[in-house]
């Protein structure tokens, strides 16, 4: 039978050992896993990045996969190790609203306010409280090692979650900034910057008006128009500066063949407006 699928999802970046000893350990408890990075590269505690990118990319990996998700701040605090189990992946990681973007598909409203919100029909949750299915000793700074992947790896050999610890009935809930509508003018933020400096908002494509009709405001300047690709110019402003929905579904500003990120001097947190163009 083929071993179930483990994917990460960290801050831990990859200049350091973190990521490769988190592998070790996984292959030391089940030589066959099959391991997968998602990305290494959340911004340092950004617990609300992680759950943003945590959300719309775990539904490209297999139902019975499990993902160890980590940006944990809150290591070695009262935060609790969970086990969060959705028809869509199994996930481990620390109960500080990481998990979030993923108990968010099945709320019938979302929460305005972070804290503990009761877990959704269909989904289970764990307090990972048996150590005998961690790495000992366990490190005050370092559960990604020693509690959240041993358990990931464990589950994969088949341990029933009813042996991790206490059922729960809640988990802390982080809401993930949304846009603000006043009139026809949408406000949001840039969320995630990515390796090409490519600036991803958190304003979906579905509240996007005509592409053509379409004014994208950003650090004083303004674009016009909704490209359809990197290079479409169609619609770049005399800069080279495009807005346009990308793979993931959400509004990006870019700039082809170079960093809209570095041009702008922009990052995560960046006020983003859309409105209908005027005249």
């Known amino acids: 039978m083929t071993s179930p699928l483990v994917v990460f999802t960290t801050d831990f970046g990859l200049s350091d050992p973190y990521v490769g000893v988190i592998k070790g350990v996984a292959l030391s408890i089940n030589p066959n896993l099959r391991l997968i990075d998602l990305t290494h590269q959340i911004s340092p505690q950004n617990v609300a990045q992680g759950s943003f990118l945590l959300d719309f990319n775990h539904r490209y990996f297999p139902k019975e996969a499990i993902h160890v998700a980590v940006v944990d701040p809150g290591v070695g605090t009262g935060r609790r190790p969970v086990f969060l189990s959705t028809p869509w992946g199994r996930f481990v990681g620390p109960d ?166 570095d041009m702008l001097s922009a990052g995560e947190g960046e006020v983003v407006q859309v409105g209908i163009l005027s005249g």
């Open 96 to 261: 500080n609203g990481l998990l979030s973007g993923v108990i968010s598909d099945y709320l019938d409203s979302e929460p305005k306010t972070a804290g503990p919100i009761n877990l959704p029909t269909g989904l289970t949750a764990v307090h990972l409280t048996n150590p005998d299915y961690w790495r000992h000793p366990v490190s005050h700074t370092f559960h990604g090692r020693d509690v959240f992947t041993p358990v990931a790896a464990h589950l994969s050999l088949g341990v029933a979650t009813k042996e991790l610890g206490e059922s729960l009935d809640s988990l802390f809930y982080l809401p993930v900034p949304k846009p603000a509508k006043n009139g026809g003018t949408s406000t949001g933020q840039v969320i995630y910057q990515d390796t090409y400096g490519n600036l991803v908002t958190n304003i979906p494509a579905e509240s996007l008006p005509q592409p053509e009709l379409i004014e994208v405001r950003i650090k004083g300047r303004s674009i016009v128009g909704l490209s359809r690709t990197f290079n479409d110019e169609t619609y770049a402003t005399d800069t080279g500066l495009i807005a346009l929905t990308a793979s993931h579904g959400y509004l990006e500003i870019a700039l082809a063949n170079g960093s809209a990120a």
